[in-house]
């Protein structure tokens, strides 16, 4: 009798440790999950507005000596010309290189959503003049009084070359830009999701309607 109550209270005991760890556990769980710190591509929504996942790796942008940094504003003039992008690559494989715009024509309206200015596939390491161009770049060119506009650049490691069938598009025009989603495009080649990303902010100066014009010839 004494041996029974002696591994009753035993077993009891153990019974109330178990439950503390466990409560313990979650609380810890919980205060993990809820502080948390959002990535940037998070707390500007590009994540889920563009892709459901942040990139791991931040992508190296720069428009001459201004560089791009995590949602940071730059105005139309300042990237006029295409970027200098590098990622860490692998020799070896092949990557796709992708810049769009989910709040064509303003973030309130992206009824366009989303407009590509480049895209680029089949680049062997971060030889971008080596890949195959289906889109030509355009420079970023926000509509005035549209507000703010992020432009999210993203890489994509490839499993194997790609043979595409979308229209090659010329820097010369908008036809074909609108509408367009780059985890459709990723999912139709099996991209899985980018491996490296940055995004800046943009929106409406004097250099825009020379964008226009251009794309008007």
């Not at 002696?6 to 439950?19: A, K, P, R, Y």
């Not at 990139?55 to 970027?83: E, I, M, R, Y």
């Amino acid at each position: 009798m004494l041996t029974y109550c002696f591994t009753q209270g035993h077993w009891q005991f153990l019974s109330t440790v178990i439950l503390y760890i466990l409560v313990t556990f979650q609380s810890f769980n919980y205060c993990l999950c809820a502080h948390r710190q959002k990535s940037p591509m998070e707390k500007h929504s590009v994540v889920p507005d563009v892709i459901n996942r942040a990139p791991s790796q931040k992508l190296k942008v720069t428009f001459g000596p201004k560089a791009v940094d995590n949602g940071n504003t730059l105005t139309p003039t300042q990237v006029k010309n295409q970027p200098s992008v590098e990622w860490n690559a692998e020799p070896s494989s092949f990557y796709t290189l992708c810049m769009t715009d989910p709040d064509a024509p303003s973030r309130k309206d992206p009824k366009f959503r989303e407009w590509h200015h480049w895209l680029v596939v089949n680049i062997p390491g971060n030889e971008i003049s080596k890949g195959e161009t289906l889109s030509e770049f355009i420079s970023s060119a926000p509509p005035k009084g549209s507000g703010l506009h992020r432009y999210v650049l993203l890489v994509y490691k490839q499993g194997e070359k790609l043979s595409c069938d979308e229209p090659r598009l010329k820097n010369n025009s908008g036809s074909n830009r609108g509408k367009f989603s780059i985890s459709k495009f990723a999912k139709k080649y099996n991209l899985g999701d980018p491996l490296f990303g940055n995004f800046y902010q943009a929106e409406w100066d004097d250099y825009v309607p020379k964008v226009y014009e251009k794309l008007k010839n």
